[in-house]
């Protein structure tokens, strides 16, 4: 049987893995982005995809770590699209692309 002892070195640990974990999130998201504005410059669309996406994945676990869930972030992008819509965000006005963004949420 594990005493209070256990039990808070037990908690200790977690709490510093997870505390290490979200400075390693924090620092793969500054490198992705880094990654991204290098392969735009040389206009690889594979390497842009992948740090685009590495992008995504990083935010998420981020996000979970951190105690808000997916769902959660999700509905805040909802959200944000829907308020920039409203706002008339130059990016829509000129392009339309948060508009094709908020439909192409909806449909997945």
């Known amino acids: 049987m594990l005493d ?9 640990f977690y709490v510093a893995k ?8 924090k620092a793969e998201i500054v490198e992705q982005v880094s990654k ?8 690889k669309e594979s390497h842009i995809i992948d740090s685009m996406a590495s992008l995504v994945v990083s935010i998420y676990v981020l996000s979970r770590r951190i105690g808000v869930p997916f769902h959660q972030l999700d509905h805040a ?7 920039h819509l409203n706002e008339g965000h130059e990016v829509e006005e000129w392009y339309g692309d948060l508009s094709l963004l908020q439909e192409y949420i909806k449909r997945r």
Not at 4 to 12: E, H
């Open 4 to 12: 209070n002892t256990d039990k808070l070195d037990k908690n200790n």
């Open 18 to 25: 997870n505390l290490k974990v979200m400075e390693w999130l």
């Open 36 to 43: 991204l504005f290098k392969s735009l410059i040389s206009g």
């Open 77 to 83: 992008v909802q959200e944000k699209l829907h308020n």
